[in-house]
């Protein structure tokens, strides 16, 4: 398994900031995740990044709006910029781990955003 | 391109009976599926996997699930509900490798369990 953690765990924003969210891994993971679960909806993959490249990101989601870095193997960050309402969501990070016939994906305990 | 249907999206039991989450999949590839819980202000936790071995799989807290390739379906059920059930329920697709393209889940829209005392 993984032990995941983030920060902060929620916070409450104004329209026009930025917010930096970081995840933690208990060990070195080639890849992690970051996705968006907004009110009521399902989860929604923004990007993928992984250690020593730039993060990939899925379409409807772009770095100018999501930058994230991933200095290490254990650690990233998901920067929300330039904030509206309609980025209030949770948002999780989630790592892989190699298992014999699959990999398992882990998830942290997501950041709750308000955007007012 | 693989997809996954969640057909209810609030499903609503007394305690103590039958437990059904219903899952449609469509997939390109032999799929691996999963199902996690989200209990409220809570992380994403995995019930249970299947992974192309047993196709009737258990997972924690009694739920279990079996993959029917025939109908895609891979149904969550359990014999009794519990109070501490109440929580959404999703439902989760990915491609059956450890190379290309596994990291890629596809999440249903989440299926709202609730438990009537």
């Known amino acids: 398994s993984a032990v995941i953690s983030q920060k902060p765990s929620r916070d409450i924003c104004q329209r026009g900031t930025s917010l930096t969210i970081q995840c933690q891994v208990d060990?070195?993971?080639?890849?992690m995740f970051w996705y968006r679960q907004q009110p009521g909806q399902s989860l929604t993959l923004i990007a993928t990044?992984?250690?020593?490249?730039?993060?990939?990101?899925e379409s409807g989601f772009v770095i100018d709006k999501f930058p994230i870095s991933r200095p290490n193997l254990t650690f990233s960050t998901l920067t929300v910029s330039n904030m509206s309402p309609e980025d209030s969501s949770i948002y999780l990070c989630?790592?892989?781990?190699?298992?014999?016939?699959?990999?398992?994906?882990?998830f942290g305990p997501g950041t709750r955003l308000t955007v007012l | 391109a693989q997809s996954v249907t969640q057909l209810d999206s609030h499903v609503s039991v007394s305690e103590g009976t039958p437990v059904l989450l219903r899952c449609n999949y469509s997939?390109?590839?032999?799929?691996?599926l999963f199902w996690y819980v989200q209990h409220p202000n809570k992380g994403l936790q995995l019930l249970l996997k299947?992974?192309?071995?047993?196709?009737l799989v258990k997972g924690i807290n009694g739920f279990e699930a079996e993959f029917k390739k025939s109908e895609t379906s891979f149904h969550l059920t359990k014999p009794s509900a519990h109070m501490s059930d109440a929580a959404e329920y999703f439902c989760?697709?990915?491609?059956?490798?450890?190379?290309?393209?596994?990291?890629?889940?596809?999440f249903g829209k989440g299926t709202k369990l609730s438990v009537i005392p």
């Open positions: 997939s390109s590839y032999s799929p691996s």
């Open positions: 060990s070195q993971v080639t890849m």
């Open positions: 299947y992974t192309s071995a047993a196709t």
């Open positions: 989630s790592v892989e781990r190699e298992g014999v016939s699959y990999n398992e994906q882990f």
């Open positions: 989760v697709v990915t491609i059956n490798s450890a190379g290309a393209g596994s990291y890629q889940l596809t």
């Open positions: 990044a992984n250690q020593g490249s730039e993060a990939t990101y």
